[in-house]
């Protein structure tokens, strides 16, 4: 084991060794193995946006295998997935790399300002899978965000109590945020906090615009000049919002972008904010094999320091 990912597993100390065995396997895949820095290839925009959005732009995307085959040969760190395409390949590729299960949900056929997620899959269902850690969605912000915080908190329980990991997606969406708000950094900051506090191991989260939401935290933000003009800036501050960056903080590709550039830009910011790596699924998966896996080879390179 490195030092590196030694020195990240001491900050979970509390935790049973089943849930540090399993964080290390997914510090510990990959290209990125043992560098502490992470690299996921998440596939569930099937459930939140439809298949013709998803995987048309791609069209071996609707097979579920597409997506094993892809994280495992651009060297990933895991694959998560909900549970329909998780168990429609689990067996074929069982060991091949680490498996997150998504347990919650939430499907576009009716939008809603303040949205709630159901539950689709269950800790044994990640066991029976293979899985090295479980996901869940929050939205702080929305109307139904203590419904979800209590359910979990339950689940979280029943994962480390079974030696799982608990990866949190932290997305504030509600009606009382604006549309700018959901990216502010001090509502980025906030969600981050909100996960570490409900007792997520692996925190992911959008990155932050400089736009800021609340009036009192803005003015907590200039009367203590805390840096957030650049992206790297603001980046570091999401991470030393969650426990002094004392969890590991992963950070959204976002929707589909035209310009390899603007991506690779954005995970050098990651890089040198502090940030822990990326998750990264349709501005991958919804391009030729050989296109994804240059752009999640460079983005891996990035990171490693390999390259610039």
Not at 140 to 145: L, M, N, R, T
Not at 199 to 219: C, N, R, S, W
């Amino acid at each position: 084991m490195t030092k590196r990912v030694h020195e990240i597993l001491g900050w979970y100390a509390g935790e049973n060794p089943g849930v540090l065995t399993n964080l290390s396997r997914l510090l510990n895949h990959g290209t990125l193995a043992g560098t502490g820095k992470c690299l996921i290839l998440p596939v569930d925009q099937g459930f939140e946006h439809g298949p013709a959005r998803s995987f048309a732009p791609n069209p071996p995307g609707y097979n579920p295998l597409f997506h094993f085959q892809l994280a495992i040969d651009a060297g990933c760190n895991a694959y998560a997935a909900p549970l329909g395409f998780l168990a429609a390949g689990a067996a074929e590729y069982a060991g091949e790399i680490p498996l997150i299960l998504k347990l919650n949900n939430h499907d576009s056929l009716y939008e809603d300002k303040d949205p709630v997620t159901a539950v689709t899959g269950s800790v044994r269902d990640a066991l029976e899978l293979g899985c090295s850690a479980i996901g869940y969605t929050i939205y702080p912000g929305s109307a139904h965000c203590k419904e979800m915080y209590e359910q979990l908190r339950e689940i979280a329980r029943d994962a480390r109590e079974h030696g799982l990991a608990v990866v949190v997606w932290s997305y504030p969406r509600g009606s009382q945020l604006s549309k700018d708000g959901e990216t502010a950094i001090d509502v980025v900051a906030y969600a981050a906090q909100l996960a570490a506090q409900l007792g997520a191991h692996v925190i992911k989260v959008k990155l932050p615009t400089d736009f800021m939401e609340q009036a009192a935290a803005k003015k907590i933000y200039e009367s203590k000049r805390i840096p957030i003009k650049t992206l790297s800036e603001r980046v570091h501050h999401v991470v030393q919002s969650a426990f002094d960056g004392r969890r590991i903080v992963i950070f959204s590709g976002g929707a589909a972008k035209e310009d390899d550039k603007a991506i690779f830009d954005e995970v050098r910011a990651i890089r040198d904010g502090g940030g822990f790596g990326s998750i990264i699924g349709r501005n991958s998966f919804q391009r030729k094999k050989e296109d994804a896996l240059q752009l999640l080879r460079t983005i891996t390179g990035i990171y490693a320091g390999t390259l610039p």
